[in-house]
Every structure is written in C-alpha cells, then in structure tokens.
C-alpha cells in the first residue's frame, strides 16, 4: 500500500518535473540557423570537392602530371592527361577530371599531391539536374575562378 | 517458420516488421510469427545493404581502405579508423608518435560521446518521445562541430593515417572541447531528470526485455548490451591498446539485465568518456603527429593479425591477412551489433510487440555495420 | 412575413460555431507545430504568411486536392458516415457551451449530461470507420482505442459526479455562476467541498486527454509502429475531418475543465468578467495539452489501462465518498 502510493506520488511529480524542464526551453532562444537567410561559414579544414590550387607566379595550377593522386584514389574518381611542353622540364596539365559522384572526400589525394597542387575547397551548395553536372573539369573550374 | 513455432498449435500469423520502418535503425527486417499481441518467433533477416567490404579490402591497398573503416558503423567512425591503423601498424611495425596516439583517443572518445547521444534521442523518440531527440542533437552538434574543425568531415571520418593521424589539432580545439565537456556536464542533469527519471518512461523499460548472462555468452555479445546484463568486459580495459592504460576510468556494470541497465550503462559511459578526455587533454604532450618513417608504400610483413577495439556498439574486431604485398590477402571484419542482434530472436521470445521495439531500441543497432 | 427573433439568433449561433470549430481546427495545429518548435529550440512554420499563420490554409488546400480513394471492398455506408459521425457530436456539444453569460447557444438544464453523452459517441464513429475499412490492423487498433475510451470514461463521469453533488445542478451556466467572484471562490480551490479537489482536476484533465487519443496515450494514432493506425484506409480530405474532430474533442474537454474547475468566464480577481477570460483559460488548457504530448514518451497499452483502473478509478472513487462525507458535516 505504501508502496503504491509512494509510486504515484514520486511519479506524478517526475512528470511536473519533465514539465518543468520543457517550458523553460520553450522560453529560451531558438539554437537554429534560418538557412538559407543566414549562412554559415565553413571551417578551414572543411572537406569539399577538391579544387585546383591557383599558382601566383604564372596564374595556372601548380600540378606536374605525376599521377599520384589518380593512383591514390580508392574510388577511381580522378583522371589526369598532361602533354609535354617544349622548352619546359615538366609536363603542363591539359585536363584534370574529377568524379565527383564517386569520391568519399578520404584525402588520400591531397595528402599524396607532391606539388601541392590541389586542395579541399569550401564549396557545400551542391544540387544539380544531372549527374553530369558532378563530374568536375577541375581546370575549367580554375580558369572560371581566375575570371 | 521454424519447427518451434508450427508445433504450438496456436493460431499465429507472420507479419513483417519490414525493411523499410521508423523503428528499425537502418534496413532491418524481422519476421515475426504472431499469436494475437504476442511474439513466439522472431528472425532477422539481413543482407539489405551488404555493400561487399571485406571484398573491396582485397582489391585495395592498405591506404586505400580508409574511407571504408568510416562508412561500416558512421556514428563511431573514428573507432573503426582506430581499429584499422592499429591493426595494420602492428603488421607492419610502424611506431606512432605520443601526441598522435592522444589526439587518437581524445577524437575517438567525442566520437563516442556523439553515438551515445544520437542513440539516446533515437531511442525515446521509438518510445514516443519526440523533445530529447533535439536536445541531444543540441549537444551533438557541438561535437560535430569541434571535429568537423580538426578533421574536416562531420560523420564518416578518415582521419587516421598509419603511424599517426592526417593534420594535427588547431589551437582552438582544446579551449572548445573542454567548453563542450563543461556545458554537457551541466546538461545531463537535464536529461536524467526529464527522460531517465520519468515515470512512464520507466514504466515502459525496468523489468523489460531481459537478456542473461548465458545469453550473452552464447551469442557473444559485447559492449553495453553485455555490461547491462553483469559482464565486465571492456576491450579498452581488459585487452588493452594506444594509451588507455595511463588513463584513469570506470566500466559501468548494471547486473540485472532489463532494458533500463543498457540504457543507464551508456549514460554512464557518456560521463566516463568525458572523463578520458579531459584527462587526455590534461597530458596532452607537443610533439609530431605523423612517425617520419611511415613508408609511402605499406607492404605489412607476411602473417595473421588480430585486434579488437571497443567501440560504443561493443567489441570490434579485425582480422588482418597479409601475403607481403600491397593489398590485403583477406580483411575479416568482427560486427559488433551483429552478434548483439542475434540475440533478439531468443529474448524477444513470449513479449509483446511494443517491449520488443524497446529491446531493439536498447540494443543500439547500426544496420550498415552488421551487413558491412 | 417577418421572421422570429429567435430563428435568426439560432442560425447566428450555428454559422458561429461552426466557423469556431472550424477556425480552432485549423489553427490549433499552427499553434502545435509552433509551440511544438519553440520547445525543441527551433521556430515551427514559418514561410507561409508571417509567422506561418497561413499554413494551415495551404494544408487544408492540400487535403481538399488530393483524391478520395474509396478502396474497393469496403463497407459503403459505414466508411462514408465514419468521419461524420466523429465530426458531428464535437459541433452538436458546442450549442451548450456557454462562452458568457449571455452567450450560449442553447442553455440546457441538463447541458453536462448532454455533452457528456455526446463525448460518447465519437468512439462509435470510430469503431464503425475501421469495421468498415474492412482492413484487420485498423479493426485492432480501433478495439484498442474503444478499450481505452470506456476505461477512461468511469474516472471522467465519476468526477464530474462529484461536481454535480457540489453544484447541485446540471446546468453549465449556473456552475458558473456560483463560482464568480474572484478565484478563491473557484471549484479548483473550493477545499471546503473536497480537500482532494485539485486532484480531482488533474483526474479529469488526464482522462480528458485520454479520451481525445492525446499523447501521452495516443496508441491509437501512433501505432503504426506496426499496426497501421484505425484510420489508414482513410484519403486526404477523410483523413483530415478525422483529425478536425479530434481537435474540437480537445476544445470541448478543456472547455468543460473550465468550466467546472476554474470559473468559465469570471475574472481571476472578480473584476471584469467576460468571454475573454473563458477564451484565455481555454487556450492556456490548450497549451498545456500540447506541452504534456511534447514532453512525454508513450505509455505503453497496458500501462493506460492500468493507470485507469488501478489508480484512476480508485483515486476518484475516493474522492466521491470524501466528498459526500464532507458535504454531509460542512453543509447539512
């Protein structure tokens, strides 16, 4: 009997309790981000698609054609084509395809790239029509990024 | 339908509790053989995100499986990365440097914390109870994005690297994570009294869903499920690795086996990983983050290799097989919820069907990992 | 010819009650996803209009697009009359509810029996629309929910009872009226009569809430945990006038918790009485109903009952004997 009575009174005031707790959030300021009318910004060491590094002295990427990026991908997503130019050492880069709908964002690349060439980029605003549309031309990119 | 249940000679009827539903965690389908309100069998039936893991190990390098170890169990990533690099370094030899192997544990262990809290709101939200969800989420998200800061991705992380890990903290990370351990010290006061304490929440787990010990035995279950039916077993305590013997921390034991002691050994462990942090974050020594002589190409030295790290699910174990060349011969993959699944079928035996959802709930399933 | 006065006052008071119905239906789910958001820390609706306030509006455009499925081997007359015969004892019990004192439609002498009857037939539409979905779960899960509204039933009409014995009549606006005058004089305080009478609120709120399917104890719309709900065969627009009823069930039930517990229309220090003070005691009742379903996880189905009949039923049992004692000693 006793115990009966205990377990409702201390029951009935656990839920007081739960009561309690909600309204006083309900008074409290929303944690939530209005997007799209406020934006955040991302971190620096934020994992985008990767993009071609912009080199200051001559304007163009950085990259040597090596491959390494291409044969550190797990995923396939990389493919990289450079011809050799006359009067230069190294190879210049004609295209560098990135498929994006394969990559995992693992890394591997950036860390491989003895050239530093390429890098993570911020870019999280990713809706497109097609599939298409998510195999990056990371040149094109950097010349569009160049203006 | 099993032999079992045709010779109860009751009126049963099999319903699905079917792939697609809000209360299975992931693609899960059970198939339950009904008398009226109660269960006489139940059987998982898995297989519905197999993606091939351990084959996709063979065909990889070693370096290559990274992204892999995140994408198994997504709400510990950290502790499968942990797992993988452990394992390979010791076939390989690689030694880690001190500061790498404490900003390891301190990652993995907010990595735990961010599962425990995810199971917590998932788990009331099964029972009905849709506020705590966020609330947690709250909390989550502060990890999330203290992590985001260090290693740049939210959920599946390949962070670690073997012989230490891929960029080290920024000068930020260590005033925002003891920020965080301060402000969920405080909060989980909040969540005791407004969900562990409630009467009807309590009405719906204590006496619920028993699992024994001998349960737990034969099917080998681990982590939590085990730690709430009396098992002391933690991987980090009793097979030790990285640096978790210099640090200082409890196992939560609950003997009596009900739902209501798995739910309290996680909010326990939530307050021990807490614990490990700070104390990491306290011996925190300056130093590099990658060994300078981790080799470029990884050809691990012939042989079996074995390691189990403890993740919030229970004890994941990794059987590494190396022929001396750049791939894997064989990777096996020890599922933690696997084993803890299997156990439903026996325990869930004779309940009705809204205290077996409880059990499953209590059991912290994660599909992907048990179908790898 | 000229028309009676009457006659047009009815009619008034019909297209009023409707449209209130109506309107509540519509805007307590904008407060519910409001308040809903602002316990979560995050803001409900809040593209559609300013504030969301024109959300319920899109919905309902929604609802009234979309087809009406009647699936093929159902009952025809029973799944048709099924929402109505839930929407329509909602309205009817609205004619007796006085809003002040001169604003009631209809005051019966024996306006509680008849919303009270009235309260009992929603269980039936019920019942008769998942019979006549002619679909197995939606006929359990009605079972389910006619069990649970006759047990709750009891603990509600035996404090009422004892409201009728402190009142000594049946008409609603005379409860009232011996509660003006300030809140000390109102039956949630009036200590004299019962000591237990705020418990016997907090009886009448829970069993209120349990009648409506509220959570914490709405198994019967949350189950389709596995078990669809009893209203799954129902398309759209049926679906939405189930839920319409549902909601002018919560209406009437806190409008009679105000009734009979705190004072109608009177004013908390007896100064302006009115129909504003009935609206705001209404809509704070409201607002704790959708506080308790966001702050509670479900009970399971043998924990409702149990509760009904292991400790409500006795509780107010209890307080019906108490009561007549004390009437006995303090009011011969």
Redesign the interface.
Known sequence: MIGYLN??F???W??F???G???K??F?????V?YPREVLTM?????GHIELVRDPETGGDKCIVCGMCQK???SGCITVTGDKVEGAKKKALTRYTLDFTKC?????CV?GCPADAIT?SKDYNLAGPTKETYVFDLKKRLEERNG | MSAFAQTQLKETFVINLGPQHPATHGVLRVKLVMDGEYIVEAEPVLGYIHRMHEKMGENRTWAQFMPNTGRMDYLHALAYNHGYVTVVERAAGIKVPERAEYIRVITAELNRISSHLLWFGAFVLDLGGFTPLLYAFDDREQILDLLESVTGSRLTYSYFRFGGVYNDIDGNFVPGALAFIKRLRERMPMYHALVTKNIILRKRLEDIGFITPEMCRKYGATGPVARGSGINFDVRKHEPYSIYPELDFDVPVYPKGDSMARYLVRMDEIEQSMRIVEQAIAKLPEGPVMAEKAPKILKPAKGDYYHAVETARGSFGLRVVSDGTNTPYRLKLRSPTFSNLSLFGEACQGMLLPDALALMGSLDLVIPEIDR | MSVHPEVIRLLIFLVGIIAFAALNAAYLVWLERKEAGHIQRRIGPKEVGWFGLLQPLADGIKLMTKQLIVPAGVDPVLFRIAPILVMIPAIMSFVTIPFSDTLVARNLDIGLLAVFAFASVNVLGLLLGAWGSRNKYAVISAARVVSQNVAYEIPMLVTVVTMVMISHTMNLTKIVGQQMGGFWHWNFFNLTASPLMPVAFLIFFVCMLAETNRAPFDMAEAESELIAGAFTEYPGMGFGVFFMGEYANIVIGCSMATILFLGGWDCPFGLYPGVHWFLLKMYLLIFTVIWIRWTYPRTTFYGLLNLSWKILIPISFFNLLLTSAMLKVFKP
């Open positions: 377990e409702i201390s029951g009935t656990s839920l309790v739960g009561l707790i909600t309204i959030y309900f409290k300021p929303v944690v939530t209005q971190t620096p060491r934020f994992r550190a991908c797990p995992s964002l693992c890394g591997l860390e993570f």
